[in-house]
């Protein structure tokens, strides 16, 4: 059984930078992508980045594009997302996932695709 472990969440101030990282583990492990969703209170999860396994493909929510930049290292089984100029609309819990077959660019933000999901992490960016 695959299991997604994040690490590296906290409280910043805004315009601050945080970096998260998730660790896959458990089994044979092989993923076509994995990625990062969030979700603050009394919101649904979204979309934040996604970054595919073998060719490193990067895609971004808009919210995010410029600031939050995703990486992985394979050896590893490992992703980190660094997030820099934090906004108060950032803070939220903060969830790895990862997809292990093949998926389209056209549904890369859904999180009905992923097959397995952290606990998440909370990100809290304060004004």
């Known amino acids: 059984q695959v299991q997604l472990v994040e690490s590296g969440g906290g409280l910043v101030q805004a315009g601050g930078s945080l970096r998260l990282s998730c660790a896959a583990s458990?089994?044979?492990?092989?993923?076509?992508?994995m990625g990062w969703f969030r979700q603050a209170p009394g919101k649904e999860r979204e979309f934040v980045a996604t970054?595919?396994?073998?060719?490193?493909?990067?895609y971004y929510a808009d919210s995010v594009k410029g600031r939050f930049t995703i990486s992985r290292d394979n050896a590893k089984n490992t992703i980190d997302l660094q997030m820099n100029d934090l906004k108060p609309s950032d803070t939220a819990v903060y969830y790895c996932?990862?997809?292990?077959?093949?998926?389209?660019?056209?549904?890369?933000?859904?999180?009905?695709?992923?097959?397995?999901w952290g606990q998440g992490t909370q990100v809290t960016v304060s004004s």
């Open positions: 458990g089994g044979t492990f092989s993923a076509y992508a």
């Open positions: 996932a990862a997809r292990q077959s093949f998926i389209s660019k056209d549904a890369i933000a859904l999180r009905g695709r992923y097959d397995y």
């Open positions: 970054i595919t396994w073998r060719l490193g493909n990067t």
